[in-house]
């Protein structure tokens, strides 16, 4: 069984869900689906980025857990420049 043969359902992976997106973001890029087909590629692209956006969550979620109170904001030791 491949990985598109069952489109409506979640995605395997995370790196499955991008690569079906960009696959359906090339086609509608492209001009390549008709208006239906187009409509229904931007509703699947939809819950595409959903599922995404909550595998990130969970996994940023598992990160600030682990690091605990190391995480900090970014700073550099360099002062910053003067544009003027």
Do not use: H, I, N, W
């Not at 069984?1 to 995370?14: E, I, L, N, Q, R």
């Not at 229904?40 to 595998?55: H, P």
């Amino acid at each position: 069984m491949s990985k598109k043969s069952s489109p409506a359902g979640d995605p395997v992976s995370f790196e499955d869900a991008m690569a079906e997106l960009e696959q359906l973001v090339a086609q509608m890029e492209a001009g390549e689906l008709p208006l239906e087909a187009s409509v229904a590629a931007y509703k699947r692209g939809s819950e595409l980025v959903k599922y995404c956006a909550g595998q990130l969550d969970k996994v940023d979620s598992q990160v600030k857990v682990l690091e605990g109170d190391m995480l900090k904001p970014f700073t550099t030791d360099t002062a910053p420049e003067a544009d003027e």
